[in-house]
């Protein structure tokens, strides 16, 4: 596939003016760690809040399973990293559903702290109508979750090899299993290719 190379900023405002021209209210972008997700996605809510809107940006790393049910098969196990570390009930219910057009617009930015293994006490946002909440996570698509607008980071996996620290290593083989089975690249709306997060291209 081709791609062309854009900024960082030109990136952000593409999306953005992808959600306004399709309306959507609940955008993910989706990648490994290493792709610069998270960052985007902030750059993404300040275009938007630019260009006159009203836009949130709400981790998916704020979602985490507890521990006990996430480490159930180890604190290594790749396989458990892929499967059962979103809470993916829950992202729905307290922010994919009323974040929707005509959804009560009560969203909660986050449950569960990963370090604390205890319940955030986040307070709910009440969103004005029309608010836009990007979600930023790892394997994000291909779960059931319902977004508008979908932005996956690809990175080779000598890229993502290359910049995984090494306490983080066994989490490779999760990333290869997401490419194989989910596709991501077919599936998302906007595909960049991040092997180095500062100079995306876009696929065409």
């Known amino acids: 596939m081709k791609a062309r190379p854009v900024t960082v900023g030109g990136l952000a405002a593409g999306i953005a003016a992808r959600v306004a021209t399709t309306h959507a209210t609940r955008v993910a972008v989706d990648g490994a760690p290493t792709a610069g997700g998270a960052a985007l996605a902030d750059r993404v809510v300040a275009q938007i809040d630019a260009d006159g809107g009203h836009a949130v940006h709400i981790p998916a790393g704020g979602f985490l399973r507890q521990a006990s049910l996430r480490l159930e098969r180890g604190r290594t196990n790749p396989d458990a990293y892929y499967e059962d570390w979103l809470d993916l ?6 922010v994919l559903t009323p974040a929707a057009a ?28 029309g608010t836009v909440v990007v979600m930023s996570g790892t394997m994000l698509l291909g779960a059931g979750l319902d977004f508008d607008v979908t932005v996956h980071l690809a990175q080779t996996a000598a890229a993502i090899a290359r910049r995984t620290p090494a306490e983080m290593q066994w989490t490779l083989p999760a990333f290869q299993r997401y490419d194989e089975e ?10 960049v290719r991040a092997d180095d997060p500062r100079h995306p291209a876009l696929v065409l």
């Open 89 to 94: 009930r829950a992202i729905t219910r307290e």
């Open 102 to 129: 005509g959804g009560t617009g009560r969203v909660l930015p986050s449950l569960w702290d990963p370090v604390t293994d205890r319940a955030t006490r986040a307070a709910y946002l009440q969103l004005p109508a």
């Open 182 to 191: 989910v596709m991501p690249q077919a599936l998302a709306d906007i595909v």
